[in-house]
């Protein structure tokens, strides 16, 4: 069964500076989706960032980018210049093969001191 | 484009009150459609999905329903209430062969 990881209950990180979220992920699918969701203290989920595994390059959405280790099946999503807005909880997520589900992490608070 | 819209936004109920809470999305035909409940500072919870009209699959026994009358309505209900059914609820869709979900702002609920 394919799980996510996140090992990073909280973090925080100082107004522009870069910040980096870990994720780690395990499947035995070839092709999947991977994807950063953001849920800011409004509780809506929106959609940050996807990759899809059969793409080498990683993904870049404005500010924030994803470092995709395939072989490694680590996909972190690094923000630069990071924003009050930023400050929020942050969920990794897997999908792929039949399901029709999306397997999430349990999140990352991200704090951001000005 | 599609938007996603659950209502109502906040509920306080009664332990063994009945509950119903609707999401419908536009712009889409034959999405895929899912309810998640979240605790406070916790992850997400998937309750049911959908594939279809009248297509449900429960992913947790408890006591909680879902339906889908329509294409782009999908329904979460209860017959009584009860005090672990307090959470945060959120609809999403999924289209076609993509992956990702997009998910309506959620329903706090507050059961007394």
């Known amino acids: 069964a394919q799980t996510v990881t996140q090992s990073q209950p909280e973090m925080s990180v100082q107004e522009a500076e870069t910040v980096t979220l870990s994720c780690t992920y395990d499947?035995?699918?070839?092709?999947?989706?991977l994807f950063w969701y953001k849920q800011p203290p409004s509780r809506q989920m929106i959609l940050v960032i996807r990759q899809e595994a059969y793409k080498q390059q990683n993904a870049t959405e404005n500010r924030f980018s994803v470092n995709f280790q395939k072989a490694a099946k680590s996909f972190s999503l690094k923000i630069s210049d990071s924003q009050l807005g930023d400050a929020a909880m942050y969920f990794c997520a897997y999908g792929g093969g039949a399901t029709n589900k999306l397997i999430f992490g349990t999140g990352t608070l991200l704090a951001v001191q000005p | 484009s599609q938007t996603i819209h659950q209502w109502p936004a906040t509920l306080v109920q009664p332990v063994g009150s009945p509950l119903s809470l609707e999401c419908t999305v536009e712009?889409?035909?034959?999405?895929?459609l899912y309810w998640y409940r979240q605790a406070a500072g916790r992850g997400l919870q998937l309750l049911f999905y959908s594939v279809g009209i009248g297509q449900i699959s429960s992913e947790v026994p408890q006591n909680l329903s879902a339906s889908r009358p329509q294409d782009r309505q999908f329904i979460l209900s209860s017959k009584k209430l009860l005090l672990s059914d307090s959470g945060f609820y959120l609809c999403a869709y999924r289209q076609g062969k993509s992956y990702e979900q997009y998910f309506g702002p959620g329903t706090r609920l507050t059961v007394t």
């Open positions: 499947t035995s699918e070839s092709d999947y989706y």
């Open positions: 712009g889409t035909s034959n999405p895929n």
